[in-house]
């Protein structure tokens, strides 16, 4: 049924019954709402229990609240911590966000780190983060892509976001952060 909406509300875009503009404009201030409405995320173990791998990500309270405090963080500009559990989508949430920033902000960069590369990007990796974002990409609509295109924009460990000048970037290993600049750091 989400994906439904989903259609009904690309057919508005599409016919000008909504103005897209507008839209964007709303979701640059509003980044909970944008993951919500267009995101997806995806779990393997779905099928098992009858239900598709790919899913629209349509975020519970507790995740809203968390991408209120990173972009509090953000503007505040002051570090953060999050406590990690599984199966909360922080990982996707993250990625979801860093996405989402580089789509509505000019000159926007995130950084993701960990101790393993494997763990930041691997092109057949589910788990890496950057297998994550490509996929985010991939299924939305083409009016909130920006021209984004895997195959040119996504080489190993960056993912370029041309129509605004911004870009998400990995790093692995012991000194994770150092000597780059970006607007937000994900270890």
Not at 37 to 43: A, E, Y
Not at 120 to 130: A, E, H, Q, Y
């Given at each position: 049924?989400?994906?439904?909406?989903r259609?009904?509300?690309?057919?508005?875009?599409r016919?000008?019954?909504?103005?897209?503009?507008?839209?964007?404009a709303?979701?640059?201030?509003?980044?909970?709402?944008?993951?919500s409405?267009?995101?997806?995320?995806?779990?393997?173990?779905?099928?098992?229990?009858?239900?598709?791998?790919l899913?629209?990500?349509?975020?519970?309270?507790?995740?809203?609240?968390w991408?209120?405090?990173?972009?509090?963080?953000?503007?505040?500009?002051?570090p953060?911590l999050?406590?990690?559990?599984?199966?909360?989508?922080?990982?996707?949430?993250?990625?979801?966000?860093?996405?989402?920033?580089?789509?509505?902000?000019?000159?926007?960069?995130?950084?993701?780190?960990?101790?393993?590369?494997?763990?930041?990007?691997?092109?057949?990796?589910p788990?890496?983060?950057?297998?994550?974002?490509?996929?985010?990409?991939?299924?939305?609509?083409p009016?909130?892509?920006?021209?984004?295109?895997?195959?040119?924009d996504?080489?190993?460990?960056r993912?370029?976001?041309?129509?605004t000048g911004?870009?998400?970037?990995?790093?692995?290993?012991?000194?994770?952060?150092?000597?780059?600049?970006?607007?937000?750091?994900?270890?």
């Amino acid at each position: 049924s989400v994906f439904r909406e989903r259609a009904d509300w690309l057919g508005k875009i599409r016919s000008g019954q909504v103005d897209l503009a507008k839209l964007k404009a709303y979701y640059r201030d509003h980044i909970a709402d944008f993951i919500s409405d267009w995101g997806i995320t995806f779990d393997p173990r779905n099928p098992e229990v009858g239900l598709p791998s790919l899913m629209p990500f349509v975020l519970f309270p507790r995740q809203r609240e968390w991408v209120k405090w990173v972009l509090k963080h953000w503007h505040d500009q002051t570090p953060g911590l999050a406590e990690k559990s599984r199966d909360c989508g922080l990982s996707w949430l993250s990625v979801g966000v860093a996405c989402s920033m580089c789509l509505f902000y000019e000159g926007f960069s995130v950084g993701f780190g960990s101790r393993k590369e494997e763990y930041v990007d691997r092109v057949d990796l589910p788990k890496s983060l950057f297998y994550k974002a490509r996929m985010f990409m991939r299924y939305l609509p083409p009016e909130f892509r920006g021209g984004f295109d895997a195959a040119r924009d996504a080489p190993h460990m960056r993912l370029n976001f041309r129509s605004t000048g911004s870009n998400i970037s990995g790093e692995a290993g012991d000194n994770i952060g150092r000597g780059d600049r970006t607007s937000i750091y994900f270890v």
